[in-house]
């Protein structure tokens, strides 16, 4: 089967630091997304890792290891605006490059 | 930037109607996909489409079928709506066969099956 894992929900304080981790066994790896997705909105892209390592993009930093199967979304300085959803998608190589997602994770910035 | 535009945001249907969504792409992808969005279940895969007229299942298609008909186009249909149809349906695309390349999502269509 395939199984992606990320914790419901966490809560965090303005400014400080958040992980949120991300865990997947699936039938063969292409590559791990992250989406973000306020309330009533559209999920938006905003990391990607195909090797193991950290992809840092201004606050938000991704890092992966496949060995693990394990991924997490680090959210440095925390801002309200940062309460969201927060999807772990894998891409699997079949169904024309498939996407699994995760469950998603609801981050909640309090003052 | 990527435009995904999914024809109404909210929708209140019968049971046993015929119920269309429809998704327009404007950046000429050619991967567009269904899913339903459910509470801690996730995205789900209703259907997907690599090219004009070509469409393949998902991981569940039952009660759904879909229609590509043009290539910026990606309509889900209900053939007979059912109360276990009430959720968020979202529309994505995609430029090519994978690599890097994420899926661009729409607003959703937020339906309700009475």
């Known amino acids: 089967g395939q199984n992606i894992d990320q914790p419901t929900e966490m809560t965090a304080t303005e400014g400080a630091i958040v992980q949120i981790n991300c865990t997947y066994q699936?039938?063969?790896?292409?590559?791990l997304f992250w989406y973000q997705q306020h309330a009533g909105e559209a999920p938006t892209f905003l990391s990607y890792?195909?090797?193991?390592g950290l992809e840092e993009k201004g606050r938000f930093s991704s890092f992966l290891s496949r060995s693990k199967g394990y991924s997490y979304l680090l959210l440095k300085e925390l801002q309200m605006k940062d309460s969201a959803s927060y999807l772990c998608?894998?891409?699997?190589?079949?169904?024309?490059?498939?996407?699994?997602f995760g469950a998603g994770t609801r981050l909640t910035v309090k003052p | 930037d990527v435009k995904v535009t999914q024809s109404s945001r909210y929708l209140v249907k019968r049971t046993g109607e015929k119920v269309f969504l429809e998704c327009v792409q404007d950046?000429?992808?050619?991967?567009m996909f269904w899913y339903r969005q459910d509470p801690g279940l996730g995205l789900r895969l209703i259907y997907f489409?690599?090219?004009?007229?070509?469409?393949e299942k998902g991981d569940i298609p039952e009660g759904y079928s879909v229609s590509r008909e043009k290539k910026e186009r990606f309509s889900l249909i209900l053939e007979s709506a059912s109360t276990n149809q009430t959720s968020m349906y979202l529309c994505?695309?995609?430029?090519?066969?994978?690599?890097?390349?994420?899926?661009?999502f729409g607003d959703g269509t937020r339906l309700s099956i009475l």
């Open positions: 994505a695309s995609s430029s090519g066969t994978g690599g890097h390349q994420p899926q661009h």
């Open positions: 890792n195909v090797l193991d």
């Open positions: 489409s690599y090219d004009v007229k070509m469409k």
């Open positions: 998608a894998v891409r699997v190589p079949y169904n024309n490059n498939d996407m699994r």
């Open positions: 950046m000429d992808h050619e991967n």
């Open positions: 699936t039938s063969g790896f292409n590559g």
